[in-house]
């Protein structure tokens, strides 16, 4: 990294940027991890991700996404079908290690120039709520990425979805403002809060999960030891 602080001409500059660019687009490929796997989105999980946002009897879990409830598995796999074949979102089925599906996420605004990545689109049913697997699948995304020389992993969502801006936090990504008005969906304003993790935060940021995803960190009924934020980053 250089050190110089001023252009030629004496105006303050950024540091110099080192690394490859553009960085690769992510493989999509599966992601297997110590409680569950990321695998690419297809339109044959649609029964099964369907049966897993059932249990959501009111279906809080898509407010804050663009979408509605599905309304029966015919719309499910349309929904499914479509995601498929997107690149951009790229979409994940979140699985148990059974293969059971669990929920969805994805990358998104994807900018091999300028290695930047957002993590979003993430519904997860209730079935995975508060349990090792949410934290497992966030890691792997993660990691994927800043291991292919990603320099930013963005996180944003609705000002007012308190759940993911806790979320956001306990997984180590830092406040960096709010856009108002940023866009409108569903007929709704909706201000964006937007978090993020960079290149250099990477290496503390992944020695935390791992003491956290630990086989020592869980009992033998599977629960936690410590939390994620007893350990230091």
């Known amino acids: 990294m250089s050190l110089d602080k001023t252009s030629s001409t004496g105006q303050p500059v950024g540091h110099q940027v080192e690394g490859v660019f553009p960085c690769p687009v992510p493989p999509h490929r599966p992601l297997l991890g110590r409680f569950g796997q990321l695998v690419p989105l297809v339109e044959s999980h649609a029964d099964g991700l369907f049966d897993a946002f059932a249990t959501d009897e009111t279906g809080s879990g898509w407010t804050y996404l663009p979408d509605d409830p599905w309304a029966d598995r015919t719309e499910a796999r349309a929904w499914c079908a479509n995601a498929e074949h997107s690149k951009d979102p790229q979409f994940y089925t979140i699985m148990d290690l059974d293969g059971r599906a669990l929920g969805f996420c994805s990358f998104l605004r994807i900018m091999p120039g300028i290695g930047s990545i957002e993590v979003g689109y993430i519904h997860f049913s209730k079935r995975m709520q508060k349990r090792p697997v949410a934290t497992d699948v966030m890691y ?16 944003k969502c609705d000002d007012l979805n308190a759940g993911s801006r806790r979320a956001a936090a306990r997984l180590g990504f830092r406040y960096e403002g709010t856009f108002r008005q940023a866009t409108i969906y569903k007929g709704r304003n909706r201000d964006t809060a937007w978090f993020s993790i960079i290149d250099s935060e990477w290496p503390d940021a992944k020695n935390k999960f791992e003491h956290w995803l630990a086989p020592s960190n869980f009992d033998a009924s599977g629960q936690q030891r410590q939390s994620l934020q007893d350990f230091a980053m």
């Not at 792997?140 to 996180?155: I, P, T």
Request: glycine residues 6%.
């Open 140 to 155: 792997l995304m993660m990691k994927h990425v800043f291991e292919l020389g990603y320099r930013r992993y963005e996180w």
